[in-house]
């Protein structure tokens, strides 16, 4: 199942892990999910977030999905959220290079 995210903003109190799943809908994204792995993927030609959670029945989602859950939420309801993660990333990318590590042994530079 999948929530898009970049249809309408998420006010009020966050909804529990079990409304997200009655709000979710089959979309792409979540076929090329397994059924029993969550993901925040990128939608619409990454212009939109989609939240993909497995169908767990009557049970509560395990926690690392609920984490999913918040930074799904958050990123769609606080600009300031956003702009603070991407400026911590900078400047842990920055941290490891002055470490030491050179840009060519980032992960980001093995994108073959």
Do not use: Y
């Not at 079990?18 to 990128?42: C, F, H, L, Y």
């Not at 842990?92 to 060519?104: F, Q, Y």
């Amino acid at each position: 199942m999948a929530l898009a995210l970049g249809d309408a903003p998420i006010v009020g109190s966050p909804p529990s892990p079990k409304d997200v799943m009655s709000m979710s809908k089959q979309t792409e994204a979540a076929q090329t999910i397994p059924p029993t792995e969550a993901a925040i993927v990128t939608a619409s030609n990454m212009t939109e977030l989609e939240l993909v959670l497995p169908d767990v029945g009557d049970e509560d989602l395990p926690e690392i999905a609920i984490f999913l859950v918040a930074c799904a939420m958050r990123f769609h309801s606080d600009p300031d959220f956003v702009q603070e993660q991407l400026e911590w990333l900078v400047r842990m990318h920055d941290t490891e290079i002055d470490e030491g590590m050179k840009p060519d042994e980032l992960n980001s530079s093995n994108d073959d």
